[in-house]
């Protein structure tokens, strides 16, 4: 079974920074493609960023696009989330999310096989 671990959330002022880190278990990470999501108290869970398994395929969704970065390091066995210019409507538990597909940069939850168990970013006004 593949594990991922979620780490950086933590609290922020309104336009502050965060990078979310998230840690793959197994050989495989590098034929992965990954993506992070984000839950907000009492809304459905939404994309916020994926990546193809080279790097060469990236997506965001439209309310992050321009603040948040998303990368990885396949060496490491890790995907990143650099959030910056946060504001406090980014608040939300964000996950990161493993696809066995790793040609594509899947924006929907049930193209994702692998979840982590979130971690908290809160972003104070």
């Known amino acids: 079974q593949v594990q991922l671990v979620e780490s950086g959330g933590g609290l922020v002022q309104a336009g502050g920074s965060l990078r979310l880190s998230c840690a793959a278990s197994?050989?495989?990470?590098?034929?992965?493609?990954m993506g992070w999501f984000r839950q907000a108290p009492g809304m459905e869970r939404d994309i916020v960023a994926s990546?193809?398994?080279?790097?060469?395929?990236?997506y965001y969704a439209d309310s992050v696009k321009g603040r948040f970065t998303i990368s990885r390091d396949n060496a490491k066995n890790t995907v990143y989330l650099q959030m910056n210019s946060l504001k406090p409507e980014d608040t939300a538990v964000y996950y990161c999310?493993?696809?066995?597909?790793?040609?594509?940069?899947?924006?929907?939850?049930?193209?994702?096989?692998?979840w982590g168990q979130g971690t908290q970013v809160t972003v104070s006004s």
């Open positions: 999310a493993a696809d066995r597909n790793g040609l594509g940069y899947g924006r929907y939850e049930n193209e994702y096989d692998y």
């Open positions: 990546i193809n398994y080279s790097s060469e395929i990236t």
């Open positions: 197994g050989r495989t990470f590098s034929s992965y493609a």
